[in-house]
């Protein structure tokens, strides 16, 4: 089995992107604390470094928000959402849930240890076809990326998580499509709120999910070229043939064109 690892590989002239991933990553972070202070949802999964803990308490208590540590998970240089056995001494972070009061905490604590993924999936506001779409595909891998699609595809940024390995992405569950109408919906609330927070890097993370990239994995590796950087890293699945999504775009809304009326000589 391959060792967890991620590696960020910027293209000639593009440097300065390894750290501007790593600020999307804190922008993403920071909207999704702002969508359970606002109210617009009850619960977020969040990791809390035992170092930060005071400080995120406190910023917690000033806006009246709960936190409730549940388990503690490794410490890890790569993206994964597996949560894996730690030994004592090992670093690791507080896993819980933020919310707004102490019964939604409780009642999505009770779904979490049960694993009812439909209790979790409604608690968390993400659209329905997308949580069924996560509980069909997990056993098969349990990062799903749209089921049984492959080859030249477009779609909405708000639905693009082919680089969220990386940092960027603007809503926090796997969309069941590449043009899932409910994820998109979801993803302007959640963005007008990136926007409010950095109004320019905001922008720059929409540009760069709306532009064209490769995605492929193949050998418990997936490899994402964007037109900035190749990204590594690695994977749970391993198909028997290389899986490609070619990601061409954002769908763009077609405008009919105002045709000129001829003058009758």
Not at 34 to 45: D, H
Request: hydrophobic share 35%; glycine share 6%; proline share 6%.
């Amino acid at each position: 089995m391959i060792k967890d690892f991620t590696r960020i590989m910027p293209k000639k002239g593009c440097e300065e992107w390894i750290k501007k991933l790593g600020e999307m990553s804190a922008l993403f972070s920071n909207t999704e604390y702002e969508t359970i202070k606002r109210g617009l949802r009850r619960i977020a999964i969040i990791r809390v470094s035992p170092d930060n803990l005071n400080l995120f308490l406190e910023k917690i208590n000033k806006d009246r928000l709960l936190f409730t540590p549940v388990l503690k998970v490794a410490e890890s240089s790569s993206f994964s959402i597996l949560n894996k056995s730690i030994k004592p001494g090992d670093p690791f972070s507080w896993e819980g849930f933020l919310s707004r009061n102490n019964k939604d905490a409780q009642k999505f604590k009770k779904y979490y240890l049960e694993n009812d993924h439909i209790g979790i999936g409604e608690m968390l506001d993400y659209p329905k076809c997308c949580t069924d779409h996560f509980i069909r595909t997990f056993l098969i891998d349990p990062c799903p990326i749209w089921e049984g699609v492959s080859g030249k595809v477009k779609g909405y940024p708000e639905s693009n998580r082919l680089i969220r390995y990386f940092g960027p992405v603007i809503t926090a569950h796997i969309s069941c499509s590449p043009d899932c109408k409910e994820t998109k919906k979801m993803g302007k609330e959640w963005f007008k709120i990136m926007k409010n927070i950095d109004s320019k890097l905001a922008d720059e993370m929409y540009q760069l999910l709306a532009g064209p990239m490769v995605w492929n994995s193949y050998h418990g590796v997936v490899q994402v070229e964007t037109p900035y950087f190749i990204g590594l890293n690695s994977a749970y699945y391993i198909p028997k043939e290389p899986r490609i999504i070619e990601w061409l775009g954002e769908i763009k809304e077609k405008t009919p064109r105002n045709k000129k009326l001829k003058r009758k000589k």
